[in-house]
């Protein structure tokens, strides 16, 4: 009878995947490449530049695509190694499963780890 539609505590699985910095730094992304396209082909084609409207399918069609994945990959990327509030432990044992570091280098970060420990309650 109502449409479905989704509510503030809803949300899609990119939403769930990406976090806000992830979508701040996309939408900024998308209005600086939307922004230097529109300038481009409308300032061409005022100019009286004949074959200035290439930049719209170009810009929307091929840079914009590729400058969100890029500012996707880099925005996850920056949040997965800022450590994020993780586990020490975790974090080592993650990079050591990655092959990030070797046996000897694992077994010594992971003394000095369980050296440094805090008495209660973890890093966190």
């Known amino acids: 009878m109502f449409p479905t539609t989704l509510t503030r505590c809803e949300s899609t699985a990119d939403e769930r995947q990406t ?21 481009l082909g409308i300032g061409g084609l005022g100019l009286g530049v004949d074959w200035a409207w290439i930049a719209f399918p170009v810009g929307y069609g091929g840079v914009l695509p590729l400058a969100i994945a890029l500012a996707r990959t880099r925005a996850s990327g920056a949040s997965d190694t800022d450590g994020g509030g993780k586990d020490p432990l975790a974090t080592l044992r993650d990079r050591y499963a990655r092959g990030e570091i070797g046996d000897e280098e694992f077994e010594r970060r992971l003394e000095r780890l369980l050296e440094s420990e805090p008495d209660e309650g973890g890093w966190d």
């Open 19 to 39: 976090g806000p910095t992830t979508r701040r730094a996309v939408a900024a992304t998308a209005g600086v490449v939307s922004l230097g396209t529109l300038l």
